[in-house]
């Protein structure tokens, strides 16, 4: 293995995933994961560029950063790609109306969002909201569409909480393309266009930039197939075997 | 297009699906599909022999066979092979412990099964079962086997009931499918091994028999890939284009 000063010659930017890696979520607000909040301190302090780089989809950025917040993490909401905000651009862009199956804490993302008589269907994390009658819901939308179109707020497998393993919202993405026959449209890591509006966001080319997280296909392989170097971490989701 | 005559020469024996082929289910118990009654009772009095052939996994077989009797179809327990009686004797075969993720209505079929420690996990159509807690408890219990062994009760990706389409388990075997990257066993259409009970259950060889069903998976593919002849109704789930 190369010494760490030759794996980071020209790194002037620093992605960071943020549940898994900063902290482990929870019912109670999760619980910052040990010398991270220190190290994310020690980022800033350096002359490296730092951008927060999540696929969380439960919460509104501004909730988000209040959790960190309060957890000690110097952070900010204008330091966040999340793919809430990012769909939000997206759904004005192509004048799509969706039917939304996501968590109550991200509604707000998407308050100027026209979603009267819906010609697509956008997914988020929605936790207990995966109910079979919303699951149901969304999938009947779908069916009723000519050219049904799904949009997932990323496609992570699972996460972990505190209580332990969590299903994401690429379960469902798959439980909805499997009925209805069709593929959706990830936005949030690995998408190359996510990495690339973080990319853009920070002001950094992709080989100058490092990717840290604890999926080893939503952050480590997703960012090495836009150009960046990646480092996968060995808290949060990781296991030594999947 | 052949003749009926000359396409169905040598047949002797008619396996008949049931949701959307005999009945729409439904909250009231469903309706039967017009002149499916009648048709039943003429195959009966010919020399043909029949046989149910469902992927129905909410119900017991008396469940179903009762509700079915109620509605005028001549039909008993001993003709149908589903997908329940059938996984719980794999089960017992191979000495699998599952954790149940299934409707209330089925839990009979399994009542002589050991569910102490499981090592497996089956699901059927557990419809409103689906809920995230119950899937994420599945998933968790997967997660922790060294080997994990998924067993699916069919893998429908929709069936049609009195209210609309209704997601069915395939949907929800794909997301764990997924979550866990793992790939499930099928117990039930269009699995042949299903094929090949249901024909030694009514005495007859693949190249004598005719699956009459609405799904274009899991009755007409699966049965012409038996080696059997396979008729689609346009009734049910059917839809000209898919």
Redesign the interface.
Known sequence: MAAWGERLAGVRGVLLDISGVLYDGGEDGGTPIPGSVEAVARLKLSKLKVRFCTNDSQKSRRDLVGLLQRQGFDISEGEVTSPAPATSLILKERGLRPHLLIHDGVRSEFDQIDTSNPNCVVIAD????????N??EA??VL?DLEKPVLISLGKG??YKETS?????V???M????????IEAEVVGKPSPEYFQLALKEMGVEAHEAIMIGDDIVGDIGGAQRCGMRALQVRTGKFRSQ?
Chains 1, 2 share one sequence.
């Open positions: 929605a936790g207990e909201g995966f109910s079979y009658q699951m149901n999938f009947r069916m497998r699972y332990g393993l969590m299903l994401d690429g379960a469902y798959k439980a909805l393309e499997y009925a209805c026959g999947t």
